[in-house]
């Protein structure tokens, strides 16, 4: 694992040790879980410093001393930092709905958080995408620079999957709820489709901040392999149909089902075997689990009936552009005839009307 993979991987610790904070129920045993987490935080911390200022940190001096010189001290106060900016609203990893307007519908505020999350928040992983434009683009840290957005894009996707994963296990829980009968049994897959929002939303995050990343590391925001992901595009896969329902006759597949690659790609057991035979998630009898299997398969099929529609389209316009060329071109050959009968006639306006 390099420092860069290192580093990463602490953001999520921090995060995961935020998250457990700000969830924190006062129990004995979240208590203890949070201590453990914070101490592991701490000397995985002082660890990564050591090994980040050895490999990393000749090269961010030679990188900064050199763009100090090349402007002259104009640099800003947290130089070699990168300057303060607004993140993009339309970017942000709060996964919170917009209006139809386009305005946010801000979330409650939170509740006051105790001192030990901000002690952890204020804690700095300095990465190379947290440093000047001008620093990233020197000579000295391009290579640690690329790395970086190797990772990232890994990253990216492999939160982009888990989304897309969450969302297909999220709709077999839902199928569950609607065949089980009884409150402990109803009650429990209400819980399933609780915690697996949940772990939607924090994959829909992770990708979203993977992907702000990306763009400070010199990503185009109209890249079309990381796209801005809208919490309205995080949602089920929907086959347009002029036969929908009142309502959803404008509703399109959300473009993160442009790709099941990811099925192929699981690597979580559980998860593969669902993806293979509806198994492996529930012990449910088996016409349940054919249900639930549907739930992935369907995903499939409206994917390749989308396909083959849109296969069908651009045959049918290709055709209708050959159709139309033949039409102008038996057209013009049919005036020019006309209009050189015309000339032979001695007919001067009927030819230039002939040839108009």
Request: charged share 30%; hydrophobic share 35%.
């Amino acid at each position: 694992m390099t420092v860069i993979e290192e580093g990463m991987a602490l953001e999520d610790l921090k995060i995961e040790l935020l998250t457990d904070i700000a969830g924190d129920d006062g129990t004995d045993s979240m208590r203890g879980d949070i201590s453990a987490k914070r101490k592991q935080f701490v000397e995985k911390l002082d660890l990564w410093k050591e090994q980040y200022d050895r490999h990393v940190g000749p090269l961010l001096e030679e990188a900064a001393a050199a763009v100090v010189v090349a402007v002259q001290d104009a640099v800003h106060a947290s130089f070699p930092l990168a300057a303060p900016d607004v993140d993009d609203p339309a970017d942000d990893d709060t996964g919170q709905a917009t209006t139809t307007a386009g305005k946010r519908r801000h979330p409650p505020t939170p509740p006051p958080r105790p001192p030990l999350w901000h002690e952890i928040d204020a804690v700095r992983i300095d990465l190379p995408s947290s440093y000047d434009p001008r620093v990233q683009r020197h000579a000295s840290m391009v290579s640690v620079v690329e790395v970086e957005k190797t990772l990232r894009q890994v990253q990216a996707k492999a939160a982009l999957d888990e989304v897309r994963t969450h969302i297909i296990t999220n709709e077999a829980f839902k199928i569950q709820k609607h065949n089980v009968s009884g409150q402990k049994a109803t009650t429990r897959a209400t819980n399933q489709i609780r915690k697996k929002q949940q772990a939607i939303n924090e994959a829909a995050s992770k990708y979203r901040r993977a992907r702000r990343t990306l763009i400070t590391l010199g990503m185009k925001r109209e890249d079309r392999t990381y796209r801005e992901l809208k919490p309205e595009d995080v949602r089920k896969f929907t086959l347009y149909s002029a036969q929908q329902q009142l309502g959803q006759s404008k509703e399109t597949p959300s473009w993160i089902w442009e790709s099941f690659s990811f099925v192929e790609e699981q690597q979580d057991e559980k998860y593969r075997d669902f993806f293979d035979d509806g198994t492996g998630l529930w012990l449910l009898p088996s016409d349940r689990l054919f249900d639930m299997f549907l739930s992935v398969g369907v995903h499939w099929f409206r994917s390749s009936a989308l396909k083959q529609r849109w296969d069908e389209q651009v045959r049918l316009l290709e055709e209708e552009m050959r159709r139309t060329v033949r039409f102008f071109s038996h057209f013009k050959r049919h005036w020019s005839k006309k209009a050189d009968a015309a000339d032979q006639l001695g007919l001067p306006g009927e030819a230039a009307y002939a040839r108009k």
